[in-house]
């Protein structure tokens, strides 16, 4: 069990490096035409091609216990890899990680 998480885990970071993906620990991951995404997209003058996309919110960085260990979010929040961070710290583009 604990090889076929790392294995899992190993998969999870090369994908992230190899598509330039950002590993977050986010409380809530919405549409981005939902209203409190919009709230806040509005808020920073972001805008959008597409509204379609999941952005999250309330996000933190990944902590990752150890040298190549899992990644471990507070509780309460979700692990996501997100593709676009660099809206003022809004994550765009991301999908949950299981």
Do not use: E
Request: aromatic share 4%; proline share 7%.
């Amino acid at each position: 069990m604990l090889f076929k998480k790392l294995v899992s885990v190993s998969a999870l970071a090369t994908l992230a490096i190899g598509q330039d993906l950002h590993l977050r620990c986010c409380q809530q991951l919405v549409v981005a035409s939902d209203p409190t995404a919009l709230t806040i997209l509005n808020m920073l003058g972001i805008v959008l091609q597409d509204y379609n996309v999941l952005v999250g919110i309330s996000c933190a960085p990944v902590t990752v216990i150890g040298g190549g260990g899992d990644p471990t979010c507070p509780p309460g929040t979700t692990l996501v890899a997100c593709s676009d961070v660099s809206h003022d710290g809004i994550p765009i583009g991301c999908y949950p990680v299981n």
